[in-house]
């Protein structure tokens, strides 16, 4: 049995480093642009396909070499759709129809972020409910805030950098301009019901960053981490997280408006 992923080509070497740290007794079998088969280690435990869930690709399953008796190959994605394709050609044609993206951003939002967050309301059951609070660190310029106060809710935004002036206009939106590090001792309110992190910090220091945090503040329905990964020390890190956070459902994605990043989202038990 082989499985397969789906990544985006910048980052198939990432997905490729990945599979060798979490899974190192797989053997790479086929792999072109973003798409990668694994061949599966023959005494293998089946729960791997209820637990694993890689960082670094869209989607992945199982793929069975032998053709079934219409002489078509049969795909998995995820357990829930088959895919049946003449040959891994059309596979990528199929997937090549899943990369097309053409999301725009609104006129006068200050960022692309604001795409991430649209990205993530897709693949995560983000129900916002208006007047919710939310903590977003590495707000400016504002792409994100600006999402998140289009739907009403409250924003207490902390970053170093300058924010765009239509945002700091918004009767919800209060910043703290200043670092992570030195917003949290000052903090007067400690519940809120998001944490959004898009620090362009290595995964490591944002990972410590929440964890300290979560010692002063308390997050009551999720935490949001988009995670930049620029090597093995960074990837690593993003795949320890679950050691870090027992008490959390993790879960991840990594989304069409994402550069060489993930987003992981923390649920309180
Ligand atoms: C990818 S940008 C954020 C884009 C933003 N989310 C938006 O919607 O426009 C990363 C931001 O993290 C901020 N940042 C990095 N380290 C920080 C720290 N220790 N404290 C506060 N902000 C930090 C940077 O100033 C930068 O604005």
């Not at 199982?62 to 829930?80: H, Q, V, Y």
């Not at 006129?107 to 919710?132: G, V």
């Not at 929440?210 to 935490?223: D, G, H, P, R, V």
Request: aromatic share 14%.
């Amino acid at each position: 049995m082989f499985i397969y992923f789906f990544t985006k080509e910048k980052c198939l070497d990432l997905l490729k480093l990945e599979i060798k740290i979490r899974l190192p007794e797989f053997k790479l079998s086929f792999g072109h642009k973003g798409f990668v088969t694994y061949k599966v280690p023959e005494k293998f435990d089946e729960n791997f396909f209820e637990t694993f869930s890689p960082f670094f690709a869209y989607t992945w399953g199982k793929t069975f070499k032998e053709p079934i008796d219409s002489g078509l190959i049969r795909f998995e994605l995820n357990k829930n759709v088959v895919f049946y394709g003449e040959d891994r050609n059309h596979f990528h044609e199929k997937f090549n129809l899943f990369q097309v993206y053409d999301e725009t951003l609104p006129a006068d939002c200050p960022s692309r972020a604001y795409l991430k967050l649209k990205d993530a309301q897709k693949f995560f059951t983000l129900d916002f409910c208006s007047n919710e609070s939310i903590l977003e660190w590495g707000c400016a310029p504002g792409g994100m805030s600006f999402f998140l106060l289009n739907q009403n809710l409250k924003v207490t935004g902390v970053d170093a950098g300058l924010m765009s002036d239509k945002i700091l206009a918004h009767d919800e939106f209060s910043f703290y301009q200043m670092s992570v590090h030195d917003f949290l001792p000052k903090t007067q309110q400690t519940t809120f019901d998001y944490l959004i992190s898009d620090l362009n910090l290595p995964p490591k220091d944002v990972i410590d960053l929440i964890l300290n945090a979560l010692e002063i503040i308390q997050i009551k329905k999720m935490i949001l981490v988009h995670l930049k990964c620029n090597g093995e020390k960074d990837l690593k890190a993003i795949c320890n997280i679950s050691k870090k956070f027992s008490n959390y459902q993790i879960n991840r994605q990594m989304l069409p408006s994402h550069g060489r990043e993930t987003l992981i989202t923390l649920n309180p038990i």
